[in-house]
Every structure is written in structure tokens, then in C-alpha cells.
């Protein structure tokens, strides 16, 4: 299949785009599943605002709005076909319109279906798993018992949340969440408080409580998952605020 029929909107997804998408998608989680769903009965209807192989999935008649930033990461992985590592992100659905990327270095043939090896994707973990791909410890923090779980990987430099009704792991940006905890510590000073990369290196210096409050004060904020705060009681000590601006400190260069 030449660029041209590629690049002919709208159009169906070829083999080879499905399977590296759905490779990411696991469908023993019914989250997943459902956008499998979504994925197989929508059309490409154009290119996203980064080219290459950055589209947008859509309902025939419609086209991308470009407008409009892209909506956050749904699910993110690498998956391994023979020589090449092929990234791949899926987008949260946005006005019936999934946007996604696939990337990769080496040349790779999209005219038949290809074969996946591997797979390496933040979809496949389950709760009361310690490592993730490249042996990265998993940290677990319960936001809401029997529905919400917050795993962070400070090696990584990632954070999602698992829902587990729907077997989701939901990407969350770093900035907002490290925004909450500083204000829930009441630091106020920029060199600290602008600095998300503090937050995996001193996450040590961090309460579970502090971590699961701000997080509710981050939902919160965003009002995206609306998770009920089941406890009242205050965290946040003058001590522990002190201690930590010093930790900060100590690791400025």
C-alpha cells in the first residue's frame, strides 16, 4: 500500500494498524475492550496536527478538528515485530474522535498483517504486581478502597490510576498531581514547588495519606474521575514540611 492510498480519507484501518493498536488494548479488561470496540467501527478520517503516522479516528462525514489540543493518553506502549520497537499511543476519546500515533525507526511494511513478539504497555498491569517492564518497581497507594488504586513508577517517571471496574490504568500527567501536593504541604517556593522531577526523587519524603490526598484534591480540581473522599482527618504537619523544604534543598545543585 503506497502513501497516497495511506493518506486517502477517509478510510478503513489496514491490518497491520489494527493489530499494533489493538496490542495495547488487552481485551480481558472490559475498559479496553470497549475502545477495541470503538477502534474497529470508525474510520480514519485524516492526519493529526503532527504528521507521520498521527491520525484521527472518526464516524464517516466528519472531519478532525485540529482546533483543539489533544485530549490525554489512554494507553501507551511498545510493541516488538521482528526488528523493530514500534511506539504506539492511543488517545481518550474526544467528541466521537479517537486520535493515535504509531512510531518507529526502522522501515516497516504496513501491506500485509504483521506478527507482535512483544509486548511492553502500562494496559497489562494489574494490581499487586511489583515490577513493570524493564523491572521497574511499581508503587501502590489505595485512593479509594474497592474501586481506585494509584501506582507510581519513580524509575519510569510514571503515574496512572487503575480503576478496577473497568480494569483501566488511566496516564496521569505528573505537573497538576505534584501542583496538589505542594499546595496540600503548603511550599510555596518556585524553585520547589515548579519542579515536578522532585516528586520521584523524594517520593520517600512523601506520607501515603499526603500522596492520596493530593490526588483527591487533583480529581478534584479536574473533576474527570470524581472519587468520594472517605476521610476527613488532616495529614499535613508543620514538621513534616519543614523536613522536607530541607531534603529539597539538600538536592539543589
Aim: net charge negative; charged share 25%.
Amino acid at each position: 500500500m503506497n502513501n497516497f492510498e495511506l493518506n486517502n480519507f477517509p478510510r478503513e484501518l489496514i491490518r497491520a494498524e489494527k493489530t499494533i493498536l489493538f496490542s495495547i488494548l488487552p481485551e480481558s479488561k472490559t475498559g479496553y475492550k470497549l475502545y477495541h470496540e470503538k477502534i474497529n467501527n470508525l474510520l480514519i478520517i485524516g492526519s493529526g496536527r503532527f504528521g507521520g503516522n498521527n491520525y484521527i479516528l472518526g464516524n464517516n462525514g466528519t472531519e478532525p478538528d485540529l482546533s483543539i489540543p489533544s485530549s490525554p493518553v489512554f494507553a501507551l506502549g511498545t510493541a516488538v515485530s521482528g526488528s523493530n520497537n514500534i511506539d504506539v499511543i492511543i488517545h481518550e476519546e474526544q467528541d466521537d474522535q479517537i486520535e493515535f500515533d504509531i512510531n518507529f525507526v526502522s522501515e516497516l511494511s504496513f501491506e500485509n498483517d504483521i506478527t507482535i513478539e512483544k509486548v511492553s504497555c502500562y494496559s497489562n498491569w494489574n494490581p499487586g504486581e511489583k515490577i513493570l517492564f524493564e523491572k521497574a518497581e511499581v508503587r501502590e497507594y489505595i485512593i479509594s478502597p474497592g474501586s481506585y488504586i494509584l501506582a507510581i513508577v519513580p524509575e519510569l517517571k510514571k503515574i496512572w490510576l487503575h480503576d478496577i471496574s473497568t480494569g483501566v490504568n488511566h496516564i496521569i500527567p505528573v505537573t497538576n498531581f505534584f501542583n496538589e501536593l505542594m499546595r496540600l504541604k503548603n511550599i510555596r517556593d518556585p524553585k520547589l514547588a515548579l519542579s515536578p522531577g522532585n516528586f520521584f526523587e523524594y517520593i520517600n519524603e512523601f506520607k501515603n495519606d499526603e500522596i492520596r490526598k493530593a490526588f483527591l484534591m487533583y480529581d478534584k480540581y479536574l473533576s474527570k474521575f470524581n472519587i468520594k473522599d472517605e476521610k476527613t482527618n488532616s495529614i499535613t504537619s508543620v514538621n513534616s514540611k519543614r523536613k522536607l523544604l530541607k531534603i529539597f534543598k539538600r538536592g539543589q545543585v
